[in-house]
């Protein structure tokens, strides 16, 4: 093997090496910044939990839902039911 290819695939198995090494790093780094902040976060029970769950969703869904239809459809739509996607 002539040196110019060894010396080329040399600089290209340190070059690989440090990409991995350094993205190893990043990934790492990310982990330990994610568990940091959510271990001193307050608990949260994400946003907006009126809706617990119970099938019953609160009065002002329903207008939304409702004023959303009648702008999509043009006014001849109308909501008949609303089904919880939970299980």
């Known amino acids: 093997m002539s040196s110019s290819i060894k010396t080329a695939l040399e600089a290209l198995g340190v070059g690989m090496f440090t990409v991995f090494v350094a993205l190893a790093l ?21 946003p907006n939990r009126e809706d617990e769950g119970d099938g019953v ?19 001849e739509g109308r909501v008949v ?6 299980s």
């Open 26 to 46: 990043v990934v790492l780094t990310g982990r330990m910044l994610i568990r940091g902040v959510n271990a001193l976060s307050p608990e949260s029970g994400g």
């Open 81 to 86: 039911e609303v089904k919880s996607n939970q």
């Open 57 to 75: 969703r609160p009065p002002d869904h329903a207008a939304v839902l409702a004023a959303a239809i009648a702008a999509a459809t043009g006014g």
